[in-house]
């Protein structure tokens, strides 16, 4: 079992940058390729990124291209998602995940959660 907790989310102005991290527990994620996902009010799950086991291939939707960034660190079993020129369409509760398979379609573990939202 892994066992995520996301953390650092909050209230940020339009252009603005916000940092949120994923702590794993449980297992390393060293062996997980990492996934970032997020939920507006009204809206589906959607994805942002993923993040290979090495931390070496990353892939994002095309909304964020550019702006966000995913990274992590296995020693310390913490991943990231920078994100910066944040627009208020980036509102949302941001939820990392982990899997076996790197851009897994189905996620196997999942974090509760953290609030995001862009003031304009």
């Known amino acids: 079992q892994v066992q995520l907790v996301e953390s650092g989310g909050g209230l940020v102005q339009a252009g603005g940058s916000l940092r949120v991290s994923c702590a794993a527990s449980g297992r390393s994620i060293s062996n997980y390729a990492m996934g970032w996902f997020r939920q507006a009010p009204g809206k589906e799950r959607e994805l942002v990124g993923g993040i290979s086991w090495s931390g070496r291939s990353t892939y994002y939707a095309d909304s964020v291209k550019g702006r966000f960034t995913i990274s992590k660190d296995n020693a310390k079993n913490l991943v990231y998602l920078q994100m910066n020129s944040l627009k208020p369409e980036d509102t949302a509760v941001y939820y990392c995940?982990?899997?076996?398979?790197?851009?897994?379609?189905?996620?196997?573990?999942w974090g509760q959660g953290t609030q995001v939202t862009v003031s304009s």
């Open positions: 995940a982990a899997d076996r398979q790197y851009g897994s379609s189905s996620y196997k573990y």
